[in-house]
């Protein structure tokens, strides 16, 4: 494996989140590869996972010198680096006092959690700019966060026509629709925006121990659920399983997860299920 110099990137503050970004024209050039998101746990340790699909969009083919992005966020901020010379092109620091604390992503969103409980939406911009769409301040200390656009495996390739075809809207389709602009399977730029671009967030708060949907990108909360007991969420994620279905998933602190249905238009959680996991 070739060795790169670190160039732009933090190599001293704590590593969040890491990843690939890429504009909506990039990718139509059929560009592809592998997020990497990096974490740090209770104990200090590194915890490294993979994830390969429809929505990590980024650069390992040979056009990678015109393949967008990498986002490092560290509590101090975001960095924006190209992914071919890892030279800064944008940053979004945070606030004196609202240091970034959890962080989630897509190819064109991030969601962060800070101090003071605070929620942030940065968006990449089509000028390769990274900047702050949105910011609300949640009544508790926000636990975790996800970012992950909605979606089955045909919807997020962007195939015309399939999430109508059963029933379903694809992610980002509510929106067009309602402003008159049709679906995303009117144009390959609106398939594109399903794989790239999430409607919804979700976060799981400490203090009332809840699970909330929030919508994208104006922050503004759709649906709340609370999780019941005393043990605080940990991890949380949207997502479409192989049936169709929108579901959350919230890990908590015993290891128990949550899961509920998801309505993708109103932001409603429902059907709560519990299953107790390994500590």
């Known amino acids: 494996m070739d060795?790169?110099?670190l160039g732009d990137l933090d190599s001293k503050a704590r590593t969040l989140y890491f990843g690939e970004m890429a504009p909506v024209d990039l990718v139509a050039a059929g560009t592809q590869s592998i997020v990497v998101a990096s974490a740090v746990d209770e104990e200090g340790e590194d915890e490294d996972e993979e994830s390969e699909g429809a929505a990590a969009v980024g650069a390992s083919d040979s056009e990678s010198d015109r393949s967008g992005f990498l986002v490092q966020v560290t509590p101090k901020g975001a960095r924006l680096l190209h992914a071919s010379t890892l030279k800064l092109a944008s940053e979004w620091i945070a606030p004196a006092?609202?240091?970034?604390?959890?962080?989630?992503?897509?190819?064109?969103?991030?969601?962060?959690?800070?101090?003071?409980?605070?929620?942030?939406?940065?968006?990449?911009?089509?000028?390769?700019?990274?900047?702050?769409a949105a910011e609300v301040e949640m009544p508790h200390e926000i636990a975790c966060v996800s970012v992950?656009?909605?979606?089955?495996?045909?919807?997020?390739?962007?195939?015309?026509?399939?999430?109508?075809?059963?029933?379903?809207?694809?992610d980002g389709d509510r929106e067009n629709e309602d402003k008159g602009g049709g679906t995303a399977a009117d144009s390959d730029e609106g398939s594109l925006q399903v794989?790239?671009?999430?409607?919804?967030g979700v976060v799981g708060l400490w203090g009332?121990?809840?699970?909330?949907?929030?919508?994208?990108?104006?922050?503004?909360?759709?649906?709340?659920?609370?999780?019941?007991?005393?043990?605080?969420p940990r991890s949380i994620l949207a997502v479409t399983l192989g049936d169709g279905v929108d579901r959350v998933f919230v890990g908590m602190g015993d290891g128990a997860v949550h899961s509920f249905e998801l309505d993708r238009v109103s932001g409603q959680l429902s059907s709560k299920k519990k299953v107790g996991l390994a500590h």
């Open 208 to 232: 009332d121990i809840t699970a909330r949907v929030l919508s994208l990108p104006d922050l503004k909360e759709q649906g709340k659920v609370d999780l019941g007991g005393d043990v605080q």
């Open 3 to 5: 060795e790169r110099p």
């Open 97 to 132: 006092g609202g240091e970034v604390t959890l962080a989630s992503g897509n190819p064109t969103q991030l969601l962060l959690g800070t101090r003071g409980n605070k929620a942030v939406l940065l968006q990449l911009g089509a000028d390769g700019a990274l900047t702050k």
């Open 195 to 200: 794989q790239l671009r999430a409607s919804l």
């Open 148 to 170: 992950q656009p909605l979606g089955n495996k045909a919807e997020l390739s962007g195939a015309a026509g399939t999430g109508a075809s059963e029933g379903k809207m694809a």
